[in-house]
DNA sequence: CTGTATCCAGCATGATACTG
DNA sequence: CAGTATCATGCTGGATACAG
């Protein structure tokens, strides 16, 4: 996964959830916005690897979903600002509990990756 | 996402979490192992629309990430049970609030899927 | 019943160049 | 700076047939 996500039918809980957070930068998305806004090329530095156009297309995706919200500044040169909407923050909440058993699971395995600057999340 | 998990390196918990969740139906078969063991066929009949082949290899990549068991009984016809490890277990639990947060985004949007059994979840 | 072996298609992800 | 346009590609997920 994922594209637009469906919009259902869904199965449960965790098929709608998972539909929205399966794109394989958003859960990395939610976590740089946790603590608020960010310009596109903070979040492009942040996520180690993301090609633009890859970064464009699940923040798009996120803000359709109503996760993110997108702030343009009409000035020059352009200036956007990203951060979470009260959905996105709802759901940054929900996921905690799943990325302290994701530590955990780095910690069993040593995994951690140790070259960035937020390794602690 | 995701075929068989990365095993790092890892940005954050998150990251780790969603590597091992990512398959299409990962969550999915957690939710149906939720309450106890099943079968090849149970799971393949409570997972509406996939084929052997994937139903298989996310399990084997589950067992490989030590979320599920899988029992072989020395039978004819052949007798497999599948259930939630530890680990399993513990990650159903991390992802609990995540399926709140699912079941309330269902509920904004109206996506539901009435024609299974366990749309509670 | 519980899979594996093939083959296939689509799409998400990526690299790069170019633009307002 | 913040993207879009193009083109390339790998891989997940799927259909079907066959096997122990």
Request: charged letters at 30%; proline letters at 5%; glycine letters at 14%.
């Amino acid at each position: 996964m994922s594209g637009a996500p469906r919009t259902g039918p869904y199965v449960c809980g965790l098929d709608a959830a998972m539909d929205v957070v399966g794109g394989k930068w958003k859960s990395l998305i939610l976590w740089e916005l946790r603590q608020g806004a960010r310009r596109f090329g903070e979040l492009r530095r942040g996520l180690p690897g993301v090609s633009e156009r890859v970064l464009a297309r699940q923040l798009r995706e996120m803000e359709e979903d109503e996760l993110v919200h997108r702030e343009v500044y009409p000035v020059v040169p352009p200036h956007v600002e990203y951060s979470l909407t009260e959905q996105g923050r709802s759901l940054y909440g929900a996921l905690e509990s799943l990325g302290a058993w994701g530590r955990r699971r780095i910690a069993r395995i040593g995994a951690a990756r140790l070259d960035v600057e937020h390794a602690g999340g």
